[in-house]
């Protein structure tokens, strides 16, 4: 967002005016709480918040011109919070409840939502994390790695599927010229933890404590308090993340199996793609793992955003 | 009114929101349910559970959409990025009218995802016209704007909010979703008379009405969608049914979401008050 206007136009006469005055108002509403929860008392520029306030937002005999406006920044926050906090029970997990209020509140300040939805609000979290290092640390290998899984999901969750290739066009074109594409729902990840396992644990967990309560909201309540799960050691783990009857799945993946799924997903043809697996995998194995991969409809014709993604 | 342009000219009745909590009840039980408003932003996704959930409702159930991200107000470009979206959901549902808020909330491409209100000017009210009109062009299908719960007032206002209404509704030749619960909110929060505001909007232009709880605290009310419909809001709406006529009536209840039948019988309690305005017409 561009920088507000110095003063909120005395009138909106005109589509530049409503532009100034939305961006003055958007800045206040979008600015982070104080640590209690209220707006800030000073303006960007140092001026009384207050001043500031009144000179756009009338006043009631209830409530002042800041008090109103705080309304809208409070809403703000916690709005994003509990969406943010509904996307990454993973990474709240892993980093305490402390420091994953921290980071949030730097992501949601530093990366504003760009979308019209809130779904989306966690696509740039791994990058922000590995860009500040300082907020995770001492895990923010750990914390990147469960960040970019937990966005996985959501692809996988409501992503894009392409018509499946039929097996007859796998049959009849030369390996040597056909190129697949891999579902635009499935995620390819090389990790350095072994999160897929840590990410049902977390579920598991979380499940148990939500059945064990019979009280209305206790389970929001526990997940305010959740604590650590047991933190994954490093193991170099290969998963896909993925859907199956519109069900999210993982699928461990043999670290050759891959680097053959990956040769794909960068566009290369089936010859050059099977010879990633390497020379010791011997034919049958690959014929056995396109056997499950086409059952469980991976593979799609190559279109503009049908490209699979490894990370 | 009961079928006008702005609701594609049908005489839909109560419906209730689609809810994640009831789908499995719904899917199960198959409730008789006149109609399910959708928010549309839930099923602009490409693939998934989403679509193959709303597939399965719309073999048995119409449909219709109820949009939070178009931000009308917003002095920023429509998004045809987002309309292209939103039209393939439209051609989906097949939705006889669309609905979304008279409101901005994104400036400059970024996105506070709330439905903030407008400063009530006439220059405003232009711009905000122009975009139904041009949005409504893309999509082909009928627009109704509705007015939103505020807490907010500024200095910069012209009108009242009902004029700015008018004023929007005429300019782009649109229709009204009129929130009930929205006005009673925004009347406590800026101390006017409701029924100063049902009076005096263009009552043939209103497409589909919503109900709604609200939670009121020492100093301001709070739209939470939260509650069964108060008193006052039903009386409410009981004029406005006077006023515009039997219209399709939606009851939001989208926070502590009690069972299904719970919410669809709040809702039906609209029926006394269509049955009134009926025998009133008479």
Redesign the interface.
Known sequence: ??APPKH????????????K???L??TA??RPLTAQDGLQPRWIDGRSMEKVAA????P????SSF???Q??NR??WF??FD?IRDDCPGLIAALGERAFDRLAQAYIEKR????????DLCSRLERFIVDNPRLTAPRTALAAEVARFEWAQTV??????RPVLPAEILARTQPSRLRLAIQ??VTLLDLKYPIDSYMIRVKRRDTLRSEASNTPGAASHAGRRRRRAALPGRARTFVAVH?LD??LFYKRLDPAAFRVLSALSRGATLTVAVAAAGPRVIPARVRQWFKVWMALGWFCERGNKARGRAS | MPANRFNGQTEYGVGIGLRVPHYSHILSKKPTVDWFEIIS?NF?????????LLDTILEQYRVVQHGV?MYFG???KP?RA?LRRLKNLVKRTNTPWLSDHLC?G?????????L?PM?Y????AR?TAQKIRQIRDFLEVPICVENVSS??????SEMTEWEFLTEVVEIADCGILLDVNNIYVSSK???FNPYDYVNNIPHQRVGQMHIAGHTKFE??ILDTHDHPVLDPVWKLYAHATRLCGVTATLLEWDDKIPSFDEVHNEALKANEFIDGAKKAAM
């Open positions: 967002m561009k909120a136009p005395k009138r909106i006469a005109s589509t530049a005016d409503l532009r005055f939305q961006r108002m958007a509403v979008m000179e756009f937002v009338k009631n005999d209830r409530l008090e109103r406006l309304l809208y809403m703000y709005r994003l969406a504003p939502s760009r979308s019209f939805t809130l779904r996988a969750f409501d992503g894009e599927s635009p729902y859907r519109n069900r | 932003e602009m996704v490409e693939g998934g559970r989403p679509l193959e991200s917003s002095a920023d998004d987002h901005w994104s400036v400059d491409g970024s996105y506070t995802h709330d903030l400063p000017t006439f220059a405003a711009r807490y907010a007032e500024f200095h910069a929060n800026h101390d100093k301001y």
